[in-house]
């Protein structure tokens, strides 16, 4: 099958649907660029990864990402590489000190192909209210 991920001794097809947003819900990808460097950011950290995109979506304050991933990779740990890599960045090549984080700590992550437009409609919105 073309979804399995293979090595030499682990034949896998693990997915993750991860939900994100910059901190205080700032609408970063409406300045003229940064979707689009985000998006070159986070090929090329997935590429170095073994971590394949099968799909990726930014709205005005945040971000969708379907991924398949080695199993030696947790959510947790592609996150932490995504934003760890695209938060610097962005921040020096579009916000140039206008926010001292970009992220949130958070982020919504699903194992599920297809996860509930509810469950994810009440994490966005939650983030208005947690401030960071």
Known sequence: MKDQVKNPSVLSMVRYHFVFCPRYRRKVFLIDGLETRFKELVTQICAQNGIDI?????????????????????????????????????????????????WTRGYLVSTAANMPDELVTRYVSSQKTRGG
């Open 54 to 102: 099968l799909d990726m979506e930014c709205r005005a304050d945040y971000c969708h990402l379907f991924v398949s991933a080695p199993p030696d990779l947790g959510p947790a740990d592609i996150m932490r590489l995504i934003k760890r890599q695209t938060g610097p960045a962005l921040k020096r090549e579009y916000l140039r000190g206008k926010c001292p984080q970009l």
